[in-house]
Protein backbone atom coordinates (compact mmCIF):
# COMPACT_ATOMS: atom_id res chain seq x y z
CA UNK A 1 0.00 0.00 0.00
CA UNK A 2 1.24 3.15 -1.39
CA UNK A 3 -0.40 6.26 0.15
CA UNK A 4 -2.72 5.03 2.58
CA UNK A 5 -6.67 6.31 1.95
CA UNK A 6 -9.72 5.87 4.40
CA UNK A 7 -13.44 6.18 2.36
CA UNK A 8 -16.36 6.86 4.27
CA UNK A 9 -20.25 5.89 3.26
CA UNK A 10 -22.16 8.68 4.75
CA UNK A 11 -25.92 7.43 3.94
CA UNK A 12 -27.75 10.45 4.97
CA UNK A 13 -31.63 11.18 4.73
CA UNK A 14 -31.92 13.07 1.50
CA UNK A 15 -28.78 11.56 -0.39
CA UNK A 16 -25.88 9.09 -0.29
CA UNK A 17 -22.22 10.70 -0.11
CA UNK A 18 -19.00 8.99 -0.18
CA UNK A 19 -16.10 10.90 0.80
CA UNK A 20 -12.35 9.77 0.55
CA UNK A 21 -10.22 11.35 3.01
CA UNK A 22 -6.14 10.97 3.00
CA UNK A 23 -4.61 9.72 6.22
CA UNK A 24 -4.34 13.61 7.95
CA UNK A 25 -7.81 13.99 7.57
CA UNK A 26 -8.04 16.10 3.86
CA UNK A 27 -10.97 15.66 1.67
CA UNK A 28 -9.60 14.13 -1.68
CA UNK A 29 -12.75 13.50 -3.54
CA UNK A 30 -16.52 13.77 -2.50
CA UNK A 31 -19.25 12.79 -4.47
CA UNK A 32 -23.34 12.68 -3.23
CA UNK A 33 -26.55 11.47 -4.89
CA UNK A 34 -29.74 12.85 -3.85
CA UNK A 35 -32.78 10.27 -3.98
CA UNK A 36 -36.80 10.33 -3.58
CA UNK A 37 -38.81 10.79 -0.27
CA UNK A 38 -42.18 9.64 -0.22
CA UNK A 39 -45.29 10.51 1.93
CA UNK A 40 -47.82 8.03 2.23
CA UNK A 41 -50.04 10.32 3.85
CA UNK A 42 -49.73 13.76 6.42
CA UNK A 43 -46.75 13.21 8.52
CA UNK A 44 -45.37 9.40 6.64
CA UNK A 45 -41.99 9.66 5.47
CA UNK A 46 -40.15 6.76 3.99
CA UNK A 47 -37.75 5.50 1.36
CA UNK A 48 -37.27 3.37 -1.25
CA UNK A 49 -34.56 0.93 0.00
CA UNK A 50 -33.36 0.34 -3.54
CA UNK A 51 -32.65 3.96 -3.89
CA UNK A 52 -30.51 3.69 -0.34
CA UNK A 53 -28.24 1.07 -1.53
CA UNK A 54 -27.95 1.99 -5.10
CA UNK A 55 -27.09 5.12 -5.01
CA UNK A 56 -24.42 4.54 -2.23
CA UNK A 57 -22.56 1.97 -4.29
CA UNK A 58 -22.86 4.20 -7.50
CA UNK A 59 -21.58 7.65 -5.06
CA UNK A 60 -18.88 5.52 -3.76
CA UNK A 61 -17.94 4.34 -6.88
CA UNK A 62 -17.85 7.69 -8.26
CA UNK A 63 -16.02 9.24 -5.27
CA UNK A 64 -13.05 6.70 -5.68
CA UNK A 65 -12.72 7.56 -9.48
CA UNK A 66 -12.34 11.13 -8.75
CA UNK A 67 -9.92 10.83 -5.96
CA UNK A 68 -7.39 9.49 -8.70
CA UNK A 69 -6.61 6.90 -5.91
CA UNK A 70 -5.48 3.59 -6.34
CA UNK A 71 -7.87 1.10 -4.96
CA UNK A 72 -5.08 -0.86 -3.58
CA UNK A 73 -4.44 2.30 -1.53
CA UNK A 74 -7.79 2.09 -0.22
CA UNK A 75 -7.10 1.13 3.87
CA UNK A 76 -10.60 1.01 5.67
CA UNK A 77 -14.13 1.96 4.87
CA UNK A 78 -16.46 3.27 7.49
CA UNK A 79 -20.09 3.49 7.85
CA UNK A 80 -22.34 6.28 8.93
CA UNK A 81 -25.68 6.89 8.63
CA UNK A 82 -29.26 8.16 9.38
CA UNK A 83 -30.45 6.97 12.22
CA UNK A 84 -33.57 5.11 13.24
CA UNK A 85 -35.08 4.64 9.91
CA UNK A 86 -36.02 1.10 10.28
CA UNK A 87 -35.62 -1.85 7.16
CA UNK A 88 -36.88 -5.47 7.54
CA UNK A 89 -35.92 -7.70 4.68
CA UNK A 90 -35.79 -10.91 3.76
CA UNK A 91 -32.92 -13.39 4.76
CA UNK A 92 -33.04 -15.47 1.59
CA UNK A 93 -33.22 -12.76 -0.67
CA UNK A 94 -32.56 -9.50 0.60
CA UNK A 95 -35.53 -7.87 -0.89
CA UNK A 96 -37.18 -5.60 1.77
CA UNK A 97 -41.21 -6.63 2.64
CA UNK A 98 -42.21 -2.97 2.81
CA UNK A 99 -40.43 0.82 2.11
CA UNK A 100 -37.57 2.13 4.78
CA UNK A 101 -39.67 4.04 7.69
CA UNK A 102 -37.71 7.01 7.86
CA UNK A 103 -36.90 8.35 11.20
CA UNK A 104 -38.96 11.49 10.48
CA UNK A 105 -42.20 9.28 10.27
CA UNK A 106 -44.83 9.69 13.00
CA UNK A 107 -47.36 6.81 11.84
CA UNK A 108 -46.17 5.06 15.54
CA UNK A 109 -47.49 7.71 17.34
CA UNK A 110 -50.49 5.62 18.69
CA UNK A 111 -47.83 3.13 19.65
CA UNK A 112 -45.70 5.63 21.75
CA UNK A 113 -49.58 6.53 23.43
CA UNK A 114 -50.40 2.89 24.48
CA UNK A 115 -46.71 2.93 25.93
CA UNK A 116 -47.50 6.27 27.89
CA UNK A 117 -51.01 5.19 28.62
CA UNK A 118 -49.37 1.89 29.87
CA UNK A 119 -46.97 3.77 32.22
CA UNK A 120 -44.07 2.36 30.18
CA UNK A 121 -42.05 6.20 29.64
CA UNK A 122 -39.79 5.29 32.87
CA UNK A 123 -38.70 1.80 32.29
CA UNK A 124 -37.83 3.39 28.84
CA UNK A 125 -35.96 6.14 29.88
CA UNK A 126 -34.43 3.95 32.73
CA UNK A 127 -33.00 1.51 30.09
CA UNK A 128 -32.52 2.90 26.92
CA UNK A 129 -32.15 6.90 27.82
CA UNK A 130 -34.71 7.58 25.33
CA UNK A 131 -37.99 9.20 25.72
CA UNK A 132 -40.82 7.08 24.27
CA UNK A 133 -41.46 9.14 20.49
CA UNK A 134 -42.39 7.66 17.32
CA UNK A 135 -39.02 9.06 16.19
CA UNK A 136 -37.44 5.72 17.10
CA UNK A 137 -37.05 2.29 15.49
CA UNK A 138 -38.48 0.08 18.05
CA UNK A 139 -42.26 1.23 17.77
CA UNK A 140 -41.47 1.13 13.81
CA UNK A 141 -40.39 -2.51 13.56
CA UNK A 142 -43.60 -3.09 15.55
CA UNK A 143 -45.90 -1.75 13.85
CA UNK A 144 -44.24 -3.56 10.23
CA UNK A 145 -44.14 -6.66 11.72
CA UNK A 146 -48.15 -6.41 13.21
CA UNK A 147 -49.50 -4.53 9.86
CA UNK A 148 -47.83 -7.04 7.80
CA UNK A 149 -48.40 -10.23 10.05
CA UNK A 150 -44.82 -11.07 10.09
CA UNK A 151 -44.47 -12.39 13.78
CA UNK A 152 -44.35 -15.75 12.74
CA UNK A 153 -41.91 -15.40 9.89
CA UNK A 154 -39.67 -13.18 12.50
CA UNK A 155 -39.97 -16.39 15.05
CA UNK A 156 -38.26 -18.41 12.20
CA UNK A 157 -35.82 -16.40 11.37
CA UNK A 158 -36.69 -15.85 8.12
CA UNK A 159 -36.59 -11.85 8.49
CA UNK A 160 -33.77 -9.45 9.67
CA UNK A 161 -34.44 -6.23 11.27
CA UNK A 162 -31.70 -3.26 10.57
CA UNK A 163 -31.34 0.45 10.93
CA UNK A 164 -29.64 1.71 7.54
CA UNK A 165 -26.14 0.67 8.96
CA UNK A 166 -26.96 -2.76 9.25
CA UNK A 167 -29.24 -2.54 5.82
CA UNK A 168 -25.39 -1.39 4.04
CA UNK A 169 -23.32 -3.88 5.69
CA UNK A 170 -25.90 -7.09 5.16
CA UNK A 171 -25.62 -5.97 1.26
CA UNK A 172 -22.09 -4.23 0.72
CA UNK A 173 -20.06 -6.85 2.95
CA UNK A 174 -19.16 -10.28 2.13
CA UNK A 175 -20.97 -13.32 3.80
CA UNK A 176 -24.17 -10.85 4.70
CA UNK A 177 -23.31 -10.01 8.43
CA UNK A 178 -25.99 -9.18 10.21
CA UNK A 179 -24.53 -6.63 12.71
CA UNK A 180 -25.10 -3.07 14.12
CA UNK A 181 -22.60 -0.90 16.05
CA UNK A 182 -23.42 0.02 19.49
CA UNK A 183 -24.72 3.83 18.48
CA UNK A 184 -27.11 2.77 16.21
CA UNK A 185 -28.46 -0.49 18.94
CA UNK A 186 -29.34 2.76 21.18
CA UNK A 187 -31.62 4.82 19.32
CA UNK A 188 -34.16 1.49 19.00
CA UNK A 189 -35.82 1.97 22.35
CA UNK A 190 -34.98 -1.25 22.57
CA UNK A 191 -31.67 -1.63 23.92
CA UNK A 192 -30.46 -1.26 27.42
CA UNK A 193 -27.39 1.07 27.89
CA UNK A 194 -26.43 -0.21 31.31
CA UNK A 195 -26.12 -3.75 30.01
CA UNK A 196 -25.26 -2.89 26.41
CA UNK A 197 -27.12 -5.53 25.31
CA UNK A 198 -30.93 -5.95 23.61
CA UNK A 199 -33.64 -5.77 26.62
CA UNK A 200 -35.76 -9.02 26.64
CA UNK A 201 -38.23 -6.50 28.76
CA UNK A 202 -38.22 -4.04 25.94
CA UNK A 203 -38.74 -6.77 22.86
CA UNK A 204 -41.83 -7.94 25.71
CA UNK A 205 -43.25 -4.59 25.90
CA UNK A 206 -43.47 -4.37 21.40
CA UNK A 207 -44.12 -7.98 20.61
CA UNK A 208 -40.81 -8.32 18.69
CA UNK A 209 -38.94 -11.39 18.60
CA UNK A 210 -35.25 -11.51 19.50
CA UNK A 211 -34.57 -13.52 16.67
CA UNK A 212 -35.05 -10.53 13.97
CA UNK A 213 -32.38 -8.36 15.46
CA UNK A 214 -28.60 -8.10 14.66
CA UNK A 215 -25.34 -8.42 16.72
CA UNK A 216 -23.81 -5.35 18.48
CA UNK A 217 -20.74 -4.78 17.66
CA UNK A 218 -18.20 -1.89 18.54
CA UNK A 219 -18.34 1.50 16.62
CA UNK A 220 -14.46 0.70 15.02
CA UNK A 221 -14.64 -3.17 14.41
CA UNK A 222 -14.23 -4.92 11.05
CA UNK A 223 -17.37 -6.40 10.70
CA UNK A 224 -15.54 -7.96 6.97
CA UNK A 225 -14.52 -6.91 3.57
CA UNK A 226 -15.87 -5.08 1.03
CA UNK A 227 -17.80 -7.53 -1.93
CA UNK A 228 -15.06 -7.50 -4.48
CA UNK A 229 -18.00 -6.43 -7.28
CA UNK A 230 -18.16 -3.38 -5.79
CA UNK A 231 -14.51 -1.87 -6.32
CA UNK A 232 -13.05 -4.61 -7.79
CA UNK A 233 -11.60 -5.71 -4.89
CA UNK A 234 -12.10 -6.79 -1.06
CA UNK A 235 -11.55 -3.65 1.51
CA UNK A 236 -11.80 -3.53 5.10
CA UNK A 237 -15.14 -2.50 6.07
CA UNK A 238 -14.15 -1.66 9.61
CA UNK A 239 -16.31 0.89 11.22
CA UNK A 240 -19.80 1.62 11.74
CA UNK A 241 -21.45 4.74 13.96
CA UNK A 242 -24.96 6.45 13.63
CA UNK A 243 -23.89 10.00 11.70
CA UNK A 244 -24.41 11.99 15.35
CA UNK A 245 -21.87 10.28 16.83
CA UNK A 246 -19.52 9.79 13.80
CA UNK A 247 -19.90 13.85 14.23
CA UNK A 248 -18.99 13.99 17.68
CA UNK A 249 -15.96 11.53 17.19
CA UNK A 250 -14.86 13.73 13.77
CA UNK A 251 -14.81 16.85 16.01
CA UNK A 252 -12.91 15.53 18.26
CA UNK A 253 -15.15 16.03 21.23
CA UNK A 254 -13.18 13.31 23.34
CA UNK A 255 -13.40 15.27 26.79
CA UNK A 256 -16.40 15.16 28.44
CA UNK A 257 -18.39 18.71 28.17
CA UNK A 258 -17.12 19.08 24.61
CA UNK A 259 -20.08 19.76 22.69
CA UNK A 260 -20.95 19.59 19.17
CA UNK A 261 -23.98 20.51 16.73
CA UNK A 262 -24.66 18.99 13.45
CA UNK A 263 -26.77 21.51 10.77
CA UNK A 264 -27.88 18.36 8.21
CA UNK A 265 -31.70 17.71 7.66
CA UNK A 266 -31.82 18.42 11.53
CA UNK A 267 -29.87 19.79 13.79
CA UNK A 268 -28.43 17.10 16.45
CA UNK A 269 -26.59 18.51 19.59
CA UNK A 270 -24.51 16.02 21.54
CA UNK A 271 -22.00 16.88 24.87
CA UNK A 272 -19.64 14.34 25.70
CA UNK A 273 -20.22 13.01 29.50
CA UNK A 274 -17.70 10.41 29.84
CA UNK A 275 -17.98 6.97 30.71
CA UNK A 276 -21.05 8.10 32.93
CA UNK A 277 -24.61 7.94 30.80
CA UNK A 278 -26.28 11.66 32.89
CA UNK A 279 -29.73 11.35 33.02
CA UNK A 280 -31.47 14.45 31.88
CA UNK A 281 -34.10 16.28 33.64
CA UNK A 282 -34.43 18.43 30.61
CA UNK A 283 -36.05 17.04 27.95
CA UNK A 284 -32.92 15.39 26.30
CA UNK A 285 -31.84 11.90 25.36
CA UNK A 286 -29.37 9.62 27.22
CA UNK A 287 -27.26 7.86 24.57
CA UNK A 288 -24.25 6.14 23.26
CA UNK A 289 -21.34 8.53 21.83
CA UNK A 290 -19.45 5.12 20.98
CA UNK A 291 -17.93 2.29 21.66
CA UNK A 292 -14.15 1.22 21.59
CA UNK A 293 -12.51 -2.29 22.45
CA UNK A 294 -16.21 -3.13 24.24
CA UNK A 295 -15.84 0.29 26.82
CA UNK A 296 -19.17 2.49 25.89
CA UNK A 297 -18.81 6.44 26.15
CA UNK A 298 -22.09 8.44 26.75
CA UNK A 299 -23.49 11.36 25.74
CA UNK A 300 -26.43 14.03 26.31
CA UNK A 301 -28.20 14.63 23.04
CA UNK A 302 -31.12 16.77 21.58
CA UNK A 303 -33.14 16.34 18.27
CA UNK A 304 -34.18 19.00 16.24
CA UNK A 305 -36.18 17.53 13.41
CA UNK A 306 -36.34 20.32 10.96
CA UNK A 307 -32.98 21.32 10.28
CA UNK A 308 -31.62 21.98 6.63
CA UNK A 309 -34.75 20.46 5.89
CA UNK A 310 -36.28 23.87 6.59
CA UNK A 311 -34.42 25.36 4.16
CA UNK A 312 -34.73 22.57 1.27
CA UNK A 313 -39.09 23.19 2.45
CA UNK A 314 -38.20 27.07 1.26
CA UNK A 315 -36.86 25.50 -2.25
CA UNK A 316 -38.90 22.47 -3.06
CA UNK A 317 -42.12 23.44 -1.66
CA UNK A 318 -42.65 26.97 -1.03
CA UNK A 319 -40.35 27.70 -4.31
CA UNK A 320 -38.53 30.67 -2.27
CA UNK A 321 -35.66 30.01 -3.15
CA UNK A 322 -33.82 28.03 -6.16
CA UNK A 323 -30.43 27.13 -3.98
CA UNK A 324 -30.17 26.28 -0.31
CA UNK A 325 -27.10 29.18 -1.10
CA UNK A 326 -29.29 31.53 -1.87
CA UNK A 327 -31.20 31.81 1.74
CA UNK A 328 -28.27 33.14 3.39
CA UNK A 329 -28.18 36.43 0.86
CA UNK A 330 -31.81 36.67 1.04
CA UNK A 331 -31.70 37.18 5.02
CA UNK A 332 -29.13 39.36 5.19
CA UNK A 333 -30.96 41.31 2.49
CA UNK A 334 -33.25 42.47 5.70
CA UNK A 335 -32.31 44.05 9.11
CA UNK A 336 -34.66 41.65 10.72
CA UNK A 337 -37.85 39.53 10.60
CA UNK A 338 -39.73 42.37 11.20
CA UNK A 339 -41.58 40.42 13.86
CA UNK A 340 -42.31 36.93 12.39
CA UNK A 341 -41.47 33.65 13.94
CA UNK A 342 -41.58 30.53 11.94
CA UNK A 343 -42.10 27.31 13.68
CA UNK A 344 -40.56 24.12 11.22
CA UNK A 345 -42.80 21.70 13.36
CA UNK A 346 -44.11 20.02 9.94
CA UNK A 347 -43.06 16.19 11.64
CA UNK A 348 -43.93 17.67 15.53
CA UNK A 349 -40.89 18.87 17.86
CA UNK A 350 -38.21 17.15 19.24
CA UNK A 351 -36.26 17.61 22.37
CA UNK A 352 -36.59 19.43 24.64
CA UNK A 353 -40.26 19.92 23.73
CA UNK A 354 -41.18 16.24 22.80
CA UNK A 355 -44.64 17.08 20.90
CA UNK A 356 -45.79 14.79 18.28
CA UNK A 357 -49.16 16.89 17.49
CA UNK A 358 -47.81 20.08 16.93
CA UNK A 359 -47.26 21.49 13.50
CA UNK A 360 -45.02 24.64 11.33
CA UNK A 361 -46.44 27.69 12.11
CA UNK A 362 -45.68 31.10 10.95
CA UNK A 363 -46.81 34.19 13.42
CA UNK A 364 -46.11 38.28 13.44
CA UNK A 365 -46.97 38.58 9.69
CA UNK A 366 -48.35 41.79 8.46
CA UNK A 367 -49.19 43.53 5.09
CA UNK A 368 -45.62 44.47 4.81
CA UNK A 369 -43.99 41.24 5.20
CA UNK A 370 -42.02 39.55 2.28
CA UNK A 371 -40.40 36.86 1.33
CA UNK A 372 -37.28 37.59 2.98
CA UNK A 373 -38.52 38.32 6.16
CA UNK A 374 -39.88 34.45 5.89
CA UNK A 375 -36.64 32.91 4.55
CA UNK A 376 -34.75 34.64 7.60
CA UNK A 377 -37.42 33.68 9.94
CA UNK A 378 -36.43 29.59 8.67
CA UNK A 379 -33.01 30.70 9.09
CA UNK A 380 -33.20 31.85 12.53
CA UNK A 381 -36.00 29.35 13.64
CA UNK A 382 -32.87 26.67 12.54
CA UNK A 383 -31.02 28.61 15.53
CA UNK A 384 -33.62 28.95 17.79
CA UNK A 385 -34.42 25.09 18.21
CA UNK A 386 -30.71 24.72 18.62
CA UNK A 387 -30.62 27.20 21.33
CA UNK A 388 -33.77 25.15 23.13
CA UNK A 389 -31.59 21.71 23.40
CA UNK A 390 -27.95 23.66 24.53
CA UNK A 391 -30.58 25.59 27.45
CA UNK A 392 -31.72 22.19 28.50
CA UNK A 393 -28.10 20.70 28.12
CA UNK A 394 -26.39 23.56 30.19
CA UNK A 395 -29.18 23.03 32.72
CA UNK A 396 -28.93 19.23 32.83
CA UNK A 397 -24.94 20.00 33.58
CA UNK A 398 -25.77 22.45 36.45
CA UNK A 399 -25.39 25.57 34.79
CA UNK A 400 -21.96 24.56 33.55
CA UNK A 401 -21.37 26.30 30.24
CA UNK A 402 -19.30 24.88 27.22
CA UNK A 403 -16.73 27.11 26.25
CA UNK A 404 -17.32 26.78 23.12
CA UNK A 405 -19.69 25.03 20.10
CA UNK A 406 -18.39 23.14 17.74
CA UNK A 407 -20.29 22.98 14.93
CA UNK A 408 -20.82 21.04 11.24
CA UNK A 409 -22.90 19.86 8.70
CA UNK A 410 -24.00 21.44 5.06
CA UNK A 411 -25.76 24.45 6.68
CA UNK A 412 -23.22 25.25 9.14
CA UNK A 413 -21.37 26.60 5.91
CA UNK A 414 -24.53 29.69 6.31
CA UNK A 415 -22.00 32.15 7.73
CA UNK A 416 -24.90 34.67 8.45
CA UNK A 417 -26.47 31.34 10.21
CA UNK A 418 -23.60 30.22 12.34
CA UNK A 419 -23.14 34.21 13.41
CA UNK A 420 -26.98 34.08 14.35
CA UNK A 421 -26.09 31.16 16.41
CA UNK A 422 -23.46 32.72 18.54
CA UNK A 423 -25.26 35.47 19.23
CA UNK A 424 -28.51 33.86 20.16
CA UNK A 425 -26.32 31.50 22.52
CA UNK A 426 -23.67 33.83 23.66
CA UNK A 427 -20.67 31.65 23.45
CA UNK A 428 -18.69 30.99 20.59
CA UNK A 429 -19.25 28.97 17.53
CA UNK A 430 -16.40 27.08 16.02
CA UNK A 431 -16.64 25.87 12.49
CA UNK A 432 -14.14 22.96 11.06
CA UNK A 433 -12.18 23.31 7.44
CA UNK A 434 -14.06 19.89 7.30
CA UNK A 435 -17.31 20.73 7.32
CA UNK A 436 -18.29 17.21 6.82
CA UNK A 437 -17.06 15.88 10.03
CA UNK A 438 -20.07 12.75 10.32
CA UNK A 439 -17.86 10.95 7.05
CA UNK A 440 -14.71 12.50 8.93
CA UNK A 441 -15.58 10.57 11.98
CA UNK A 442 -16.80 7.62 10.28
CA UNK A 443 -13.37 7.52 8.44
CA UNK A 444 -10.86 8.09 11.10
CA UNK A 445 -13.10 5.10 13.25
CA UNK A 446 -12.25 3.25 10.27
CA UNK A 447 -8.83 3.93 10.53
CA UNK A 448 -8.53 2.98 14.34
CA UNK A 449 -10.58 -0.29 13.59
CA UNK A 450 -7.63 -1.27 10.76
CA UNK A 451 -4.79 0.30 13.40
CA UNK A 452 -4.20 2.63 11.07
CA UNK A 453 -4.07 5.36 14.24
CA UNK A 454 -2.92 3.63 17.34
CA UNK A 455 -5.09 5.82 19.56
CA UNK A 456 -8.16 8.28 19.24
CA UNK A 457 -6.17 11.11 20.49
CA UNK A 458 -3.72 10.05 17.08
CA UNK A 459 -7.15 10.18 15.01
CA UNK A 460 -7.89 13.48 16.27
CA UNK A 461 -4.88 15.28 15.41
CA UNK A 462 -6.74 15.21 11.66
CA UNK A 463 -9.38 17.66 13.32
CA UNK A 464 -8.69 21.61 12.12
CA UNK A 465 -10.38 24.60 13.20
CA UNK A 466 -11.44 26.85 10.49
CA UNK A 467 -13.63 30.12 11.46
CA UNK A 468 -15.00 31.44 14.89
CA UNK A 469 -18.10 33.36 15.45
CA UNK A 470 -17.92 36.00 18.58
CA UNK A 471 -21.30 36.55 20.02
CA UNK A 472 -22.40 40.43 19.58
CA UNK A 473 -25.91 40.77 20.11
CA UNK A 474 -26.53 42.61 23.56
CA UNK A 475 -28.56 40.37 26.52
CA UNK A 476 -31.49 42.29 26.21
CA UNK A 477 -31.99 41.92 22.59
CA UNK A 478 -31.06 38.15 23.05
CA UNK A 479 -33.45 38.39 25.63
CA UNK A 480 -36.34 40.06 23.21
CA UNK A 481 -36.12 37.73 20.38
CA UNK A 482 -35.75 34.23 22.58
CA UNK A 483 -39.31 36.09 24.50
CA UNK A 484 -40.55 35.99 20.80
CA UNK A 485 -39.58 32.69 19.81
CA UNK A 486 -41.11 30.73 23.14
CA UNK A 487 -43.96 32.65 22.33
CA UNK A 488 -44.35 31.15 18.92
CA UNK A 489 -43.49 27.66 19.99
CA UNK A 490 -46.42 28.00 22.12
CA UNK A 491 -48.75 28.25 19.33
CA UNK A 492 -47.42 25.47 17.20
CA UNK A 493 -48.01 23.09 19.96
CA UNK A 494 -50.78 20.47 20.37
CA UNK A 495 -52.05 21.42 16.81
CA UNK A 496 -53.51 18.05 15.87
CA UNK A 497 -56.57 17.16 17.27
CA UNK A 498 -56.20 13.29 19.30
CA UNK A 499 -59.86 11.72 19.51
Known amino acids: MGNPVLVALDQGTTSSRAIVFDMHGATLASHAIEFPQYYPQPGWVEHDPDDILNTQITALREAVRMSGVDVSDIAAIGITNQRETTLLWEKDTGRCVHNAIVWQCRRTAPYVEKLMAEGKSQLIKEKTGLVPDAYFSGTKLAYLLDTLNLHERAKAGQLCFGTVDTFLAWHLVEGRPHVTDATNAGRTMLFNLHTQQWDPELLDMLNIPAQVL ?52 GCFMLMNTGDVPVESKNGLLTTMAWRLNG ?53 GLGAPHWDMYSRGTIVGMTRGTGRAHIVRAALE ?32 ANSFMMQFQADIMGIPVVRPVVLETTALGAALLA ?41 AIERAKGWVETR
Open 214 to 265: PTVVDSAHVIGNLRPEILGRPIPVAAMAGDQHASLFGQACFTPGMVKNTYGT
Open 295 to 347: QPTYALEGSVFMGGATVQWLRDELKMIQTAAESEQLAESVPDTAGVFLVPAFT
Open 381 to 412: AICYQSYDLYAAMVADCDGREPVQMNVDGGAS
Open 447 to 487: GIGVGLYASKEEAASMVRPDLTFQPRMDKENRDLALYGWHR
